[in-house]
């Protein structure tokens, strides 16, 4: 007698969850034999022998060294397998396009990144953008990898149910369905999301906050993108707008942000500030002999190795930004009493510098019993923390739902 349809969905409901699980524990615990996944997940032998030989049959687990050095009968271990697939991340920003090629289990194979300029207009720089993904899904034959999807870490309001850039300030775009463009081009499962949350989700998966739960994540750049992990889930708000940390009002009368409004927290924190500080400072008749003679061309990393080198206006600004940042994860620590605080992008050049400022700040204006044990970190991807959040998206769909089971 054929079972009912629903019951039919339901047990694939149920195989598809219980497979992802068992991704889960290959992920994180890997390399394990099949007895330690049925006492992790609970699951009885013979569940689990299914669902590793599905896996097995998919290239996306593979068999390792013979288990020889713990109690009981030998066996073999298992672990995802790097040849499973490739994955694409790609980060449009402001002023620069990313990308990079992984395996199935994140290991880099190709990257490259070009400048690009928002007064090239959204046609020229999404043309490039497709080029550059083109010739990373080429490495795809190669290395006989099949590929799997392609991220995009963008700098706006992402509407996730239809893959759409509602709204980036500092590019000047609006509800472009850059889902459907990317996927009428590739043909591919093509995954969007705002590039503060790519990027959190990029050290949750592969960075500094591997394993831990309740993380915020900044960027400073052009911008200030900001994800915030709440439970090892990305906090997307009502809508998925959640987390424009960097459009938080500091100032009402302050310097005019992208977005429209004055005294945004990112008007004052990033590299932007920075060299506007130390402008100002050189206009003021102040005196370098570490930075170039003409203040127009001074640039961050410029900025960064001067004050390294302990030169005074440098170091005075960098304590500038370094103070406003703190300001700013104070509040959130009092808000989200977070594990984590993580910098990335562009701080990451300055963060033997700013991060002690950020830490005194912070101990200064957080909540005492809030602010236990949080610790403030660099990223451990830098200026790649979004890119990789990128292939994050792409491997995150697989593992949590896993199609073929």
């Not at 699951?43 to 068999?63: A, M, P």
């Not at 080029?131 to 034959?141: I, K, M, N, V, Y």
């Not at 949350?197 to 309740?214: C, P």
């Not at 101990?363 to 292939?391: F, Q, R, W, Y």
Request: with cysteine; aromatic share 4%; charged share 20%.
């Amino acid at each position: 007698m054929s079972l009912p349809t629903s019951a039919t969905a339901d047990q694939n409901l149920v195989r598809k969850f219980n497979t992802s699980v068992v991704l889960d524990i290959l992920r994180r615990q890997a390399p394990v034999s099949r007895a330690e996944v049925a006492a992790c997940t609970g699951l009885n032998r013979s569940t689990i022998s299914s669902i590793v030989n599905g896996l097995l049959n998919e290239g996306l687990v593979q068999e390792t060294i013979l288990q020889s050095d713990r109690v009981g009968r030998p066996g073999m271990l298992l672990e995802l397998n790097p040849a499973g697939g490739l994955a694409v991340g790609v980060e449009l920003g402001v002023d620069f396009i990313s990308v990079i090629v992984t395996d199935f289990v994140a290991h880099v194979l190709w990257r490259q990144r070009v400048d690009s300029d928002p007064a090239d207009g959204q046609l020229k720089i999404l043309e490039r953008a497709f080029a550059l993904t083109q010739t990373a899904l080429d490495e795809g034959p190669s290395r006989n990898l099949r590929p799997l999807g392609i991220g995009v870490g963008v700098p706006g309001l992402v509407d996730l149910r239809e893959g759409t850039l509602r709204l980036a300030p500092n590019l000047g775009w609006r509800n472009t369905p850059l889902r459907l463009m990317w996927t009428q081009r590739f043909n591919l499962p093509v995954f969007v999301e705002n590039d503060g949350n790519a990027a959190a989700l990029g050290e949750y998966y592969f960075g500094v906050a591997r394993g831990i739960k309740n993380v915020i994540y900044l960027s400073a750049g052009v911008g200030l993108g900001a994800g915030v992990l709440i439970g090892g889930k990305l906090y997307r708000g009502s809508h998925g707008y959640a987390a424009e940390i960097g459009h938080m009002t500091l100032d009402p009368n302050g310097a005019a942000c992208g977005c429209g409004k004055r005294g945004c927290l990112e008007t004052v924190v990033g590299p932007r500030a920075v060299v506007r500080q130390v402008r100002d400072r050189l206009s003021q008749g102040g005196q370098s002999a570490h930075l170039p003679a003409k203040a127009e061309g001074i640039t961050f990393e410029q900025v960064v190795e001067a004050a390294r080198q302990g030169d005074a206006i440098s170091l005075a600004a960098l304590q500038e930004v370094g103070n406003y940042l703190g300001i700013g994860i104070a509040n959130l620590i009092n808000i989200f009493n977070p594990e984590m605080v993580v910098l990335g992008g562009a701080l990451n050049l300055a963060s033997e510098i700013l991060l002690p400022i950020v830490e005194r700040v912070v101990a200064a204006n957080a909540l005492g019993i809030v602010n236990e044990d949080v610790k403030i970190i660099p990223s451990a991807h830098g200026t790649e923390a979004c890119v990789m959040g990128a292939v994050a998206l792409v491997l995150d769909d697989i593992l949590r739902e896993p199609a073929f089971a």
